[in-house]
């Protein structure tokens, strides 16, 4: 598994596959739940093991809540991808996986440092600018 800054690296430049994207997401909640001492799960829920590893991640943290959609909209433009590889619009919604992927990489790293961050999703904002 790939540290958080190199997740955070592949994130920001552009030209990875969907399920590269995926796999960041999967990646970025394996480190949060690692961090709580427990094992990532290997299971699915609703066919994806991100929104399984959400749920694993949120037990016990009701703040931890506040990035559940952005897993499933994560899970839902790889959907969009897969079930329409031709489509005109491939590559705006591929980059919409990425920044939604970047999304979540941001959330999560953000609430590893402080503990209270997440009562509001994008509470992050103190953490980008040092206030």
Not at 13 to 30: M, N, V
Not at 48 to 59: E, V
Request: glycine fraction near 10%; aromatic fraction near 6%; proline fraction near 3%.
């Amino acid at each position: 598994m790939r540290s958080l800054d190199e997740i955070g690296a592949a994130l920001e430049a552009s030209g990875g596959s969907a399920t590269d994207y995926l796999a960041a997401g999967e990646e970025t909640l394996c480190h949060w739940i690692q961090a709580r001492g427990l094992d990532p799960t290997g299971e699915e829920r609703e066919g994806f093991r991100l929104l399984a590893l959400h749920r694993q991640g949120a037990r016990g943290e009701p703040s931890f809540n506040a990035c559940r959609e952005t897993c499933r909209e994560l899970a839902y433009h790889y959907n969009l991808l897969a079930l329409e590889p031709d489509h005109a619009d491939v590559g705006k919604r591929l980059e919409m996986m990425r920044l939604i992927a970047m999304h979540l990489y941001l959330f999560v790293s953000g609430k590893m440092q402080v503990e209270g961050l997440g009562e509001f999703c994008c509470a992050s904002r103190p953490l980008r600018t040092g206030t």
